[in-house]
T-cell receptor, first 115, second 116 residues
Framework: GAGVSQSPSNKVTEKGKDVELRCDPI?????LYWYRQSLGQGLEFLIY????????KSGLPSDRFSAERTGGSVSTLTIQRTQQEDSAVYLC?????????????FGPGTRLTVL | AQTVTQSQPEMSVQEAETVTLSCTYD???????LFWYKQPPSRQMILVIR??????QNATENRFSVNFQKAAKSFSLKISDSQLGDTAMYFC?????????????FGGGTRLMVKP
């Protein structure tokens, strides 16, 4: 079946612009995760959704970052007023349920470059 | 908070030979899971192998096996009969249940180059 998909694959934007990154999880997966991969910080967890709700948003690096998930499926990560330090690869993952130990399946990521 | 350390930023191995990637972690938890993920240049993170901390038996998946030493908090990955397609970044990751679901905490990665 289809894996996790993300769009766009690459995004170049100017400092101060808003961007939206999209994630389509594997069909039927109820848990969805966003991670950020950057040269300076490595791989870091951003936010998790169980269904449409995000119980813990403390991983988001600033209030310029927000995320939503609708219909228990597609998720959008929005970055407002982008800064150069937001440049990174944003990875999305999904798992069947949110039981500990469930394997997370990753998408190919969106490479964001802020000029 | 958990930390995961991969002490080898880069490694290389000749095709068909065996290589071991190191990973150590720090936790006060007793029940948790450990993973090795592979990230080729395509950026797609691919699960290589998974280990449940309460199981003493080391996990194996074809040419990939782990040496899990719970007391030492060590989780190394052995790749046997290395192939050119094994060239990638390898990340060790730790998981336990928290408020943030089952977030993965990753190590810094090891870049593996398989040479012909």
């Amino acid at each position: 079946g289809a894996g996790v998909s993300q769009s766009p694959s690459n995004k170049v934007t100017e400092k101060g612009k808003d961007v939206e990154l999209r994630c389509d999880p594997i069909s039927g997966h109820t848990a969805l995760y966003w991670y950020r991969q950057s040269l300076g910080q490595g791989l870091e967890f951003l936010i998790y959704f169980q269904g449409n709700s995000a119980p813990d948003k403390s991983g988001l690096p600033s209030d310029r970052f927000s995320a939503e998930r609708t219909g228990g499926s597609v998720s959008t990560l929005t970055i407002q007023r982008t800064q150069q330090e937001d440049s990174a690869v944003y990875l999305c993952a999904s798992s069947l349920v949110s039981l500990v130990g469930d394997t997370q399946y990753f998408g190919p990521g969106t490479r964001l470059t802020v000029l | 908070a958990q930390t995961v350390t991969q002490s080898q930023p880069e490694m290389s191995v000749q095709e068909a030979e065996t290589v071991t990637l190191s990973c150590t972690y720090d936790t006060s938890e007793n029940n948790y899971y450990l993973f090795w993920y592979k990230q080729p240049p395509s950026r797609q993170m691919i699960l290589v192998i998974r280990q449940e901390a309460y199981k003493q038996q080391n996990a194996t998946e074809n040419r990939f096996s782990v040496n899990f030493q719970k007391a030492a908090k060590s989780f190394s990955l052995k790749i046997s009969d290395s192939q050119l397609g094994d060239t990638a970044m390898y990340f060790c990751a730790f998981m336990k249940h928290e408020n943030a679901g089952n977030m993965l905490t990753f190590g810094g990665g090891t870049r593996l180059m398989v040479k012909p």
